[in-house]
């Protein structure tokens, strides 16, 4: 019973923190410029093909890719923010939506076109593959990894938008864009790399989330909602939001699917439209 | 004229029944639904199935064109109709018309429920909401398979024959006919509701909320009415479908047809009602003709159309011919 909890807390938390990874990104640039982004989830499966493309077809090894994941996706995301979404940011929220879901349909459409339906598999090395048993509770070697890994980036990313100069600038650019753009604070570049960090971040949980969850041209929607989920429950442009947002449904979703899995994801559906009705700001938001 | 002439205030009722007044154009067009009959026998399938999504694309016209409601939840609304009016036709409940208000009725109370929802958020809350409720559908849907017939669909729908009269025939003559009619009287409804003081309320809401709520407009309640009023339209699209077809498939209350009647709308403009039905009509033609080359890409296409519509046609193609048409008269004149 209480070896059972462990585990789905565990691999719950780990779900979660893949879910991080892929919302992160989307909060700030949400909270900087308000602009609906998505495409968000299309960027994650974008990282994941690069991983799948890499490892299976260039025989890279897996570790290797991830970077490539994160610098791929971030660089195909800034062509689009300067050459289309950058055009989006006055218009109605109406319009950002109706041109970000037509780039999901249109990557969709070509992730099929150019892989098929089919699951892809990647190959992970052998040292993170297995699973430890402590105490009862498996623990897996690849789920630790996962949670290693988005743990050091969220402390990266704290550390580096409470210390540095542009961190500081996206903060203030956050709280209030005018001042920012007042006080000479290049808003606009600041947004561009934020953008291209965030991105680069989903594409990098993208190719982390291949191992685990598979992929095929679905997951860029499937994703998107559950990272909707989390950048809506968690606030706008707040890292410590989106980071408890993401463990709540993570554990949330493993623990609806591990105790009560006729009903799906309804709980967590459920859960969210609640939450917003009762604050439409979010657990952590400000506005 | 100068600029100090002060031009009187038109009087609101002749404002009103001007735009209210049917024009040539419209007369024609409403004519030429009946074309299908004789020019496409064959396709009256497809017609009535436009018919349904025109009905569809009009309902959500009315809270995002007209309200300024982003909605991408709104075939909650479609599939609560068209299983209601199946499981009806499955269960003994065999008239149709009874079926149609029943089945509207239930979408438009669920409809009610959620519009205190709805008018609380704003934004990408209020995008979350309408998502999170069309999913919870989706997956309630699934899980009562022993209701809905789950992912096989609700099968064996009995519907009698319209008045006692018209059987639904395998030509899909009777289905055209019916589906047509309702849409026709809804649209008549609509327009009736858009060119009425509360129609210029919700544009007034979608223009300037602030200043609504100053002049004292119960801007809350008069978009609970609207959306109560869409959900049961949307109920009533479903209900016809399901009757049309006697089946009714999980997809009918999924994101992705929530997703494409908002496609529809925007490719035929919105805040003008006959958008809703150009882009059903639009969206399913080309749908059926590009379908047979390559099913799986289309969606590729339609995205592309999108974000073209969006960049540079932003009232939509009806929004662009109607300026065309002011080009062409303004240098005639």
């Not at chain 1, 940011?89 to 150019?114: C, H, K, N, P, W």
């Not at chain 2, 067009?29 to 009009?58: C, E, G, H, R």
Request: hydrophobic fraction near 55%; charge should be positive; include cysteine.
């Amino acid at each position: 019973m209480l070896t059972t909890l462990a585990g789905v807390l565990f691999d719950g938390f780990a779900y979660g923190m893949l879910l991080f990874l892929m919302s992160v990104g989307l909060s700030v640039t949400l909270g900087l410029m308000n602009f609906t982004n998505l495409a968000h989830g299309s960027f994650a499966m974008l990282g994941g093909y690069v991983v799948v493309v890499l490892t299976e077809r260039a025989g890279w090894p897996f570790l290797a890719t991830l970077p490539a994941a994160f610098l791929i996706t971030a660089a195909v995301s800034v062509v689009f923010e300067r050459l289309l979404f950058s055009r989006f940011y006055r218009r109605s929220e109406l319009d950002q939506v109706l041109v970000t879901i037509g780039l999901v349909f249109m990557a969709t459409a070509a992730a099929a076109y150019l892989f098929g339906t089919v699951q892809q598999p990647v190959q992970v090395p052998s040292f993170l593959r297995g699973a430890w048993n402590v105490e009862g509770v498996s623990i897996g070697v690849y789920r630790t990894f996962l949670i290693a890994v988005a743990v050091v980036i969220a402390v990266v990313l704290v550390v580096g938008l409470e210390t540095t100069r542009l961190g500081q600038q996206i903060r203030a650019a956050v709280d209030n864009q005018r001042m920012a753009r007042g006080l000479g604070i290049d808003v606009d570049k600041a947004f561009a790399l934020t953008f291209a960090v965030g991105s680069g971040l989903a594409g990098l949980g993208g190719g982390l989330a291949v191992e685990w969850v598979g992929l095929d041209p679905a997951f860029g929607l499937h994703f998107l909602v559950y990272v909707l989920i989390v950048v809506s429950m968690g606030g706008l442009g707040s890292i410590g939001g989106s980071f408890a947002a993401a463990v709540l449904i993570g554990v949330g979703d493993m623990a609806c699917k591990y105790y009560v899995p006729e009903l799906g994801a309804f709980l967590i559906y459920a859960l969210m439209v609640l939450l917003l009705f009762l604050r439409p700001q979010g657990l952590f938001g400000r506005r | 004229m100068t600029g100090a002439v002060v031009r009187p205030l038109p009087d609101p009722h002749a404002f009103l029944a001007r735009r209210a007044r049917w024009s040539a154009p419209e007369i024609l067009f409403w004519l030429s639904t009946l074309l299908p009959f004789w020019l496409f026998p064959d396709y009256l399938s497809l017609a009535s199935q436009i018919a349904v999504w025109a009905l569809f694309a009009i309902s959500v016209d009315l809270i995002l064109g007209y309200a300024g409601i982003v909605t991408l939840g709104h075939a909650v609304f479609f599939g609560i109709g068209a299983y209601t009016a199946g499981l009806l036709g499955k269960h003994g409940w065999g008239e149709p018309l009874s079926g149609l208000l029943i089945a509207a009725t239930a979408a438009a109370a669920v409809g009610f429920l959620i519009s205190f929802f709805v008018v609380r958020a704003r934004h990408l809350a209020l995008l979350m909401i309408t998502i999170g409720i069309v999913f919870m559908a989706r997956e309630a849907a699934n899980a009562l398979h022993w209701i809905t017939g789950g992912s096989d669909g609700l099968q064996g729908i009995r519907i009698d024959p319209v008045l006692g009269r018209f059987e639904f025939d395998l030509w899909g003559t009777t289905a055209y006919g019916y589906a047509l009619a309702v849409l026709f009287v809804a649209f008549v409804f609509c327009r009736r509701l858009v060119n009425s003081p509360f129609g210029l309320a919700l544009q007034g809401i979608r223009e300037n909320p602030t200043r609504m709520l100053a002049i004292g407009s119960p801007m809350r309640w008069r978009l609970q009415q609207v959306f109560t009023f869409s959900a049961g339209l949307a109920g009533l699209a479903g209900a016809v479908l399901a009757q049309t077809t006697e089946t009714v498939s999980l997809e009918s209350l999924g994101f992705q047809r929530s997703a494409d009647v908002v496609i529809m709308l925007i490719l035929g403009g919105t805040g003008r009602l006959y958008g809703g039905i150009l882009g059903a009509v639009i969206f399913l033609v080309a749908r059926d003709q590009l379908s047979d080359v390559n099913p799986r890409y289309w969606y590729f296409w339609i995205g592309m159309l999108l974000i073209g519509v969006v960049l540079f046609m932003r009232d939509g193609l009806l929004g662009g011919l109607s300026r065309l048409w002011d080009r062409v008269r303004g240098r005639g004149a």
